[in-house]
């Protein structure tokens, strides 16, 4: 069925297409329109795309490093945290952190995602002592130096998702890496009520992680998120996390990436019997998005939405995310990454061009990049004339 057929009268007649931004009602009546309706929202969207981002869609060619899955918080989703002794659970050492950017380096990666459990110290004794034997006295003291690590070591560049911070966290960490994210996930604080998917996480409190993500804000740092659909909330509630993570970025400008993510299903979590998110959800949110916030890099995961990821595209999206030649989604194993000559045929077949960006995105690198020190040396470096890799693909 084509996206694009003809619908009759429009519950989106307000959303006219002089309009640059929408507001709160127009986006919940254009998140929840029908089918029929879909295809003139998702016109809408992919001219204002075209008229803020062009014709290019872009990816991060990266290596996926999980410095530990131990985790304090027990989300209903998640099969990555461990508890200590439980099989799989593993903190890398800094030589396996090496060896898998190495990797990456070989085969042109220029970032190392650094994904991570929300400080499990606090309540594993046995995180502590890890801790202790290498050296550092917290989880982000180790992650803090595996990033200057992989600065100093490799020509990779650090993207660290490290929980909730606070304000000297975030700029100890800006030392070390261009970028930083914390997915908000959800502004619903019903979803820590009992049973729920965030029941028994005290990290996942919405206004906790806003305020990590305003703090990054308020001292300039590059800075993604995004919410997760299909874990409890309404349709009208992700329209008011897009509009927290609109009002941070209309505030601060440093919102570079707002990730569109969808709930997928595993036989082992909680949640293993609940509905994941249909395409035209994702379609329906992506599109939202991309009106909430036209000047945006909207991002949704290929993996997650495979075989037929390609469809997004027509939401408004400008950016597949992190895709890696070398290690798995280790948040969603069982979903491999698109090949990268596969991803690139598929962006084609839609009338885009595919290309590799840095960690950071082009519009925050002349500032970064005119840094003194191995930081700025790094970007300088791994930058084209435009901003995107210099090993572009």
Partial sequence: MSLRSQSGTSCLARISPADSMID???????ITCS???????????????????GNVITYSRKVFIPLTNLCRDYCGYCTFRRDPGQPGAHTMTPDEVLVVTRAGERLGCTEALFSLGDKPELIFPEMRETLRHLG??????????MCELVLRETSLLPHPNPGLLSAEWVARLAKVSPSMGLMLETTNESLLASGAAHDNAPDKLPAKRLRTVEEAGKQGVPFTTG?????????EDRVDTLLGIRDLAQRYGHIQEVIVQNFR???????????EPTQGEMLRTIAVARLLMPDANIQAPPNLSAPYYQDLLEAGLNDWGGISPVTPDFINPEKPWPHLE???????????????????YPEFLPELSSRSGILGDRLRAAAGFDGLARRAA
């Fill in 24 to 30: 709160r009602a127009e986006a919940c009546r254009s």
């Fill in 35 to 53: 089918d029929e309706e879909l295809p003139e929202l998702l016109a809408r969207a992919s001219d204002v795309r075209r008229e803020h981002k």
């Fill in 136 to 145: 550092y006295n917290s989880t982000l003291h180790y992650l803090e130096a």
């Fill in 227 to 235: 919410l997760l659909i299909g874990i409890g909330e309404s349709a």
């Fill in 265 to 275: 299903v595993k036989p082992d979590i909680p949640m293993r019997n609940w509905p």
């Fill in 342 to 360: 596969q991803l690139r045929l598929k962006t084609e077949e839609k009338g885009f061009v595919l290309r590799q960006r840095l960690p950071v």
